[in-house]
């Protein structure tokens, strides 16, 4: 197509902090234009939370993210808070809960904030153009111009929201990653986070048997640790705390699990063997577990006979391993269930205030593009939020526009 649509603002990506960035701009009355590749927007708000958005969290801190950076991600989320968010949600009558930890669901569907957004956004005046495919990106001294498969776009402000590569089949792709290589920054390492652990070894069979099991336990790796469920799957471990400690393990690393983690393992199996010493592993382990879960145990930690029979030293030892068991995953499953990415955009590279480039001016990269993931519990949502606002507003004042 030979059309060229001049914009101030061109946000590409219309996830969660395209969307924020787009509605920010449009309120500051910024002349913007929204575009993405897919044929829906939001397709990652749509299917979080188990499809009903964990879209934010009443603990949001620092030290909730992963970054190389970990100072960068202060200023955003101070300027533009979980509070903020929560009172969009208020004005738009969304009803929510506290299921754990802070964690704000919707009562309803995920399509509520999305509605929200769009609400927003068509409020605001602000086109989205869905099924439009970046071709290529290019820059004068006061434009930069950027070719898609249904025409051309000129900004003077270029906002990247492309979003990481996890979940494949939701439309994700590298672009984001290669715009920022095209115009002089540095990637970090990226890789699957909040993603479950696959077996391959003879916990495999054994986990498989449990499949859709959870356990309450304590999970620790490379100075981290995670007091939250745990879920046998068919190839391994998820849950919430395999999930959040994945983001912390690198292949080859071991995960220390604790299976009793309010509970010294040892003195409980000693105290059992003189109050029931003709009881039986299986017997006794049941006590804090299903049934089919104390066989498991009992077979992979090769339990047999009775704890009266049983020397002191091996229950101490079987105790020990009840509070640390180290297990080695083969693997992760990858980006193909992986609910984030990490690593990124180079932060030292951007600023903290506005998220534009120090080496283009006018070009921002925000969301999860850039080098900060947060942990399991709507955190991510809230970076999306808070780095798209952060965005608009200095494109904003670059412009000196005034809000409508």
Same mark, same amino acid.
């Given at each position: 197509m030979a059309k060229t649509i001049q914009t101030d603002a061109l946000v590409i990506g219309a996830g969660a902090a395209g969307l924020m960035a787009a509605i920010q701009l449009g309120r500051q009355g910024v002349t913007t234009q929204l575009i993405d590749h897919a044929n829906k927007p939001g397709k990652k708000i749509l299917m979080s939370g188990g499809g009903r958005c964990n879209f934010t969290n009443y603990y949001v801190e620092p030290t909730r993210y992963l970054s190389n950076n970990e100072h960068f991600c202060k200023s955003a989320l101070s300027r533009y808070t979980q509070w903020d968010f929560i009172a969009m949600v208020d004005q738009h009558g969304i009803a929510y809960h506290e299921k754990t930890l802070g964690q704000l669901f919707c009562d309803g569907k995920s399509k509520a904030?999305?509605? #929200?957004?769009?609400?927003?956004?068509d409020d605001v005046g602000v086109p989205l153009q869905l099924e439009t495919d970046v071709l290529s990106v290019e820059k004068d001294e006061q434009h930069y111009s950027v070719r898609t498969s249904r025409g051309t776009y000129k900004t003077t402000h270029l906002v990247i929201a492309?979003?990481?590569?996890?979940?494949?089949? #939701?439309?994700?792709?590298?672009?984001?990653?290669? !715009?920022?290589?095209?115009?002089?920054? $540095?990637?970090?390492? $990226? $890789?699957? /986070?909040?993603?479950?652990?696959?077996?391959?070894?003879?916990h495999k069979a054994v986990f498989s048997? !449990?499949?859709?099991?959870?356990? $309450?336990?304590?999970?620790?790796c490379n100075q981290q640790s995670f007091d939250e469920d745990m879920l046998f799957t068919h190839r391994g471990l998820s849950g919430p705390s395999m999930l959040q400690i994945s983001s912390y393990w690198r292949e080859g690393d071991f995960i220390e699990i604790d299976l009793l983690?309010?509970? %010294?393992?040892?003195?409980w199996l000693l105290e059992q063997k003189r109050t029931a010493p003709k009881s039986g592993f299986v017997k006794v382990l049941s006590q804090h577990w299903p049934k089919s879960v104390a066989e498991a145990l009992a077979q992979l930690f090769e339990?047999? /006979? #009775? !704890?009266?029979?049983?020397? %002191?030293?091996?229950?101490?030892?079987?105790?020990?391993? !009840?509070?640390?068991?180290r297990i080695k995953p083969s693997g992760t499953e990858g980006y193909r269930t992986a609910e984030v990415t990490l690593g990124g955009v180079d932060t030292d590279e951007l600023s903290s205030k506005t998220m534009e480039s120090k080496y283009q001016?006018?070009?921002?990269?925000?969301?999860?593009?850039?080098?900060?993931?947060?942990?399991l519990g709507g955190f991510n949502f809230q970076w999306a939020w808070a780095s798209g606002y952060v965005a608009a507003q200095a494109i904003s004042d670059t412009l000196g526009n005034t809000p409508d």
């Open positions: 904030i999305l509605e #929200m957004l769009l609400t927003e956004l492309t979003g990481g590569l996890s979940i494949p089949t #939701m439309g994700a792709t590298g672009i984001g990653y290669q !715009l920022a290589e095209q115009f002089g920054h $540095r990637l970090l390492e $990226r $890789r699957a /986070g909040l993603v479950p652990f696959i077996f391959t070894d003879h048997k !449990l499949s859709g099991t959870s356990l $309450r336990v304590s999970v620790s983690p309010s509970i %010294d393992a040892t003195q339990l047999t /006979g #009775m !704890l009266g029979e049983t020397a %002191d030293r091996h229950l101490v030892s079987l105790g020990e391993k !009840l509070n640390a068991w001016p006018n070009l921002y990269f925000i969301g999860e593009v850039v080098d900060v993931t947060g942990h």
